[in-house]
């Protein structure tokens, strides 16, 4: 290994070190701003959502772990009336108010070809394009399991930066994939639309399943 590899290498063990020394917990408030007391919306006010702010939201989002550092998510965030336009024949019709009052509905997609970016990605091991660059199988579950894990990371973002969450599966993904993805490698994942919510539209809070239903320790 390079010597200034190796030197990065030791920065960030040093680092990561001096950080888990720290001991950090979230406090009350950061768990009920991203979890207990977030809600998802079907209502937005008429508040625009700045370029800034998404940048923002994808800034924190792409620092959530992948396989292999893979970073399939790839995101259209539509927002002018032309764009959707052309996303509403794919909704399901009782999404397309939704749709339509949010500010920004974020088309959350995955890349089939992620692994052409791995030699900068994941340096560590300069063949793992190789991994996938011929298993189209291979590439298709890493994209859409690592996408998926990155959709989650990208709603918890956009709730760190203030912004509401309504996320949505009731499309066609055919028809958005033709529509917005026609001759590329990316494929449509999911919904998010993105706003600040109209309180006044969501409704009690349904239940969750209880830890000893869930987990177990073996």
């Avoid at 994942?189 to 409704?203: C, E, H, M, P, R």
Wanted: net charge negative; aromatic share 10%; charged share 20%.
């Amino acid at each position: 290994m390079p010597d200034d590899l190796q030197q990065l290498d030791e920065a960030a063990r040093s680092a990561a070190a001096s950080f888990q020394a720290r001991g950090l917990t979230a406090d009350e408030t950061t768990l009920a701003l991203l979890f207990s007391e977030a809600r998802t919306h079907y209502g937005w006010q008429q508040r625009d959502v700045t370029d800034e702010t998404l940048q923002a939201l994808y800034e924190i989002a792409k620092m959530g772990p992948t396989s292999m550092n893979q970073q399939p998510m790839r995101v259209v965030f539509v927002r002018s009336d032309q764009a959707k336009d052309r996303l509403e024949p794919a909704l399901l019709p009782g999404n397309v108010p939704k749709m339509r009052q949010a500010p920004v509905t974020a088309i959350l997609a995955y890349d089939l070809n992620f692994w052409e970016s791995l030699p900068e990605l994941f340096p560590p091991n300069p063949d793992a394009q190789n991994i996938f660059k011929n298993d189209a199988t291979a590439a298709q579950v890493n994209a859409f399991r690592n996408g998926t894990l990155q959709g989650a990371y990208f709603m918890l973002a956009a709730r760190a930066v203030g912004l509401d969450v309504g996320a949505m599966s009731g499309f066609d993904n055919a028809k958005v994939d033709e529509e917005f993805f026609h001759g590329t490698s990316l494929k449509s994942n999911f919904l998010v639309n993105l706003g600040y919510a109209d309180t006044s539209k969501i409704f009690r809070r349904l239940p969750r399943l209880d830890y000893d239903r869930v987990c177990e320790t073996i």
